[in-house]
């Protein structure tokens, strides 16, 4: 339990004096408003220490239960996080309608940033290429990581169908060279 404030039982000092200064004049005076006033004052020390402990005890287990949660938060996220820094699922189950329900959202919300993205790129389209810049920028690593969300191993598929199209292509550059090279190259956008 962490140590209370410099002043923090300044109030229950001030009532333990109010009481003790009662009892003197009670005894001193052996009047009945004497004691009264004195079991009074002896009633709000009391209630004072109460309230002066529950609060330190409630501030320790506040600051306990926070300090818990947070080496939770930390622990969670180190053990969810991606080697490559990616875009990784809220839950593992894949299966689980709460996993697709989450990968929904996140694709939706990355469409909605290429979205506007792609309204800064209509605004500042010959103004301010810098701006232009960083939005395509962000439009790229959003879509990227839209498809990781989608397939994570996208980046390794796409390189065996780029390798499997560049060995079409040589094998038809070939052929166009030794015919009258009616064919060309293939070339363009794989889609998943």
């Known amino acids: 339990m962490s140590k209370p404030g410099k002043f923090s039982g300044l109030g229950t000092i001030v009532l333990a004096i109010v009481f003790l200064v009662a009892l003197v004049f009670a005894a001193n005076n052996s009047t009945v408003l004497g004691w009264i006033i004195a079991v009074i004052a002896l009633g709000w020390l009391v209630l004072s220490t109460f309230v002066y402990i529950g609060v330190h005890k409630a501030a320790a287990f506040g600051a306990r239960q926070v300090a818990l949660a947070q080496a939770q938060m930390a622990q969670q996220n180190s053990s969810n996080a991606g080697s ?61 990581n839209g498809r990781g969300m989608i397939n994570p191993n996208w980046e390794a598929q796409e390189a065996k169908m780029d390798a499997a199209m560049a060995k079409k292509n040589a094998e038809r550059a070939q052929e166009a060279q030794g015919t009258d090279g009616g064919d060309e190259p293939v070339s363009g956008v794989v889609i998943d």
């Open 84 to 144: 490559d820094g990616g875009t990784r699922l809220v839950s593992q189950d894949s299966g689980s309608r709460t996993a697709e329900k989450a990968r929904d959202m996140k694709l939706d919300h990355s469409f909605k940033i290429i979205t506007v993205q792609v309204g800064v790129v209509n605004e500042y389209l010959g103004k301010d290429p810098e701006m232009v810049a960083r939005a395509l920028e962000t439009i790229e690593i959003t879509a990227t």
